[in-house]
């Protein structure tokens, strides 16, 4: 596979369990790490030991050429919705990054304040009216930050594990939000971060050490809880489970843009959830991104969701921790 010997039973053995190699190298080796330095026993401990700090396998089984590597992390998992996982296993290197961020960031974050006990879907959605317009997705990143409730994007994961598109856990009583879908629109970041919240906001989180996980937030919901959180998302981001918008047919993206323009107006909601509820009801994901476009709502929310953690970042992080943090959250420490 073209590794140099001294590393080639480590990354073969890390990539059995979902870590690549290009991961490893951008995100937990140290930065001046070169594959021929591990043809030195102590050199090669240096990057075990990096491995071990940062994906929580033991020492001695990465030092173990014939020891095989598992994480542990699945029986923790409760998983909300899967399109395409059968087996949560599937989701571990995802999961192990999104918790290894949890730790590091509960070390490396200004103080916030407390997590109230108690907060509902209402009094968050009046909470974000009360300073602005409408609930968008700068609406509901000033929400969860002033409720002490932590929120990354993660920028890079392992090429073999299977990914989710949003996370919700508790690290040292705290809640964390986690979002790695794709896409820069504000109002597909915002629909995935209420999704996440409700679920916070809801205590579906049962236990200090569970990660709740969303494979696939747009396809339709089969339990209880899943049905629960939808109409509380709804709920907090235009007033209501779903617009009062008859969407029979397929529409134009400008006749969308139009309509969606002058609803949102009126239930003080961003015009672009409103095209979102037009896509996942009718399945027309096209038409929908379309209409982004026209109402300029198409880009910027990466880069939004980063400024407010760099924001709450201290400025004496250590070297490992930047190192790591960076890679996975593309952010500059």
Do not use: F, K
């Given at each position: 596979m073209g590794y140099k010997k001294g590393m080639k039973d480590l990354y073969e053995r890390l990539s059995e369990v979902g870590f690549d190699r290009s991961f490893l190298i951008k995100t937990v080796l140290?930065?001046?790490?070169?594959?021929?330095?591990?043809?030195?026993?102590?050199?090669?401990?240096?990057?075990e030991f990096a491995v071990a700090r940062q994906l929580g396998f033991s020492l001695e089984s990465l030092s173990d050429p014939n020891s095989g590597l598992r994480l542990e992390l699945a029986e923790h998992c409760r998983l909300k919705r899967s399109k395409t996982v059968k087996d949560v296993r599937e989701l571990a290197p995802a999961m192990a990054v999104a918790r290894r961020i949890s730790q590091l960031l509960a070390k490396s974050l200004k103080q916030l304040p407390e997590f109230p006990a108690d907060i509902t879907q209402s009094e968050a959605r009046a909470e974000i009216?009360?300073?602005?317009?409408?609930?968008?997705?700068?609406?509901?990143?000033?929400?969860?930050w002033g409720l002490g409730i932590v929120v990354f994007h993660i920028a890079r994961l392992p090429k073999k594990t299977k990914k989710f598109q949003g996370i919700a856990m508790t690290c040292e009583g705290r809640p964390y939000i986690g979002l790695s879908f794709g896409s820069d629109s504000p109002p597909w970041l915002a629909f995935h971060l209420a999704h996440e919240l409700c679920h916070v906001l809801l205590k579906h989180l049962t236990g200090p050490s569970e990660l709740l996980v969303d494979e696939e937030i747009t396809q339709g919901a089969e339990d209880e809880q899943e049905l629960e959180t939808d109409e509380a998302a709804g709920n907090l981001l235009i007033?209501?489970?779903?617009p009062d918008i008859d969407f029979i047919g397929r529409w134009k993206p400008d006749e969308l843009a139009r309509v969606a323009t002058a609803y949102?107006?009126?239930?003080?909601?961003?015009?672009?959830?409103?095209?979102l509820y037009y896509g996942k009801e009718r399945g027309d994901w096209t038409t929908a991104q379309l209409a982004l476009r026209?109402?300029?709502?198409?880009?910027?929310?990466?880069?939004?969701?980063?400024?407010?953690l760099q924001r709450n970042l201290i400025d004496d992080i250590p070297e490992t921790t930047a190192r790591f943090l960076s890679g996975v959250l593309q952010i500059d420490i």
């Open positions: 140290p930065d001046w790490w070169d594959d021929s330095l591990a043809e030195n026993p102590a050199d090669r401990a240096i990057a009216l009360r300073r602005e317009n409408q609930v968008d997705l700068r609406g509901l990143l000033d929400l969860c007033g209501r489970d779903r949102a107006a009126e239930c003080n909601a961003n015009v672009g959830s409103i095209i026209i109402v300029g709502e198409h880009t910027g929310a990466l880069q939004m969701i980063r400024n407010y």
